[in-house]
């Protein structure tokens, strides 16, 4: 995702607009997660989960990786870092500015 890119800001402040998207963000944090454990925190379906989870990694919030027979989540803090400097600019950096 690029910053510079409207739809890229605009995809991932839809990601992380939804209270259980950010939920399993919060989640994540923690470590990586297959959706499994993840959808035995919520009282949603599997659909569901999987639904929020598409979202949140084309937002690049998140990535997968396959490990044997499971896919586990974790956070890209890349894409977290880009948010935080993002947000950074709009306080001028050094609040002694």
Known sequence: MKWGD???????LKAIGDPTRREILLLLKTGEKTA???????EATGATISHHLS????????????????????????????????ITAFTGGDKNE
């Open 6 to 12: 409207d739809m890229g800001l605009q995809q991932t």
């Open 55 to 86: 979202v949140l990694k084309n937002a690049g919030l998140i990535m997968d990786e396959k490990k044997g027979k499971y896919i586990y989540y974790e956070l890209n803090m890349t894409v977290f870092e880009e948010i935080l400097s993002w």
């Open 36 to 42: 499994g454990e993840i959808g035995e925190r919520f």
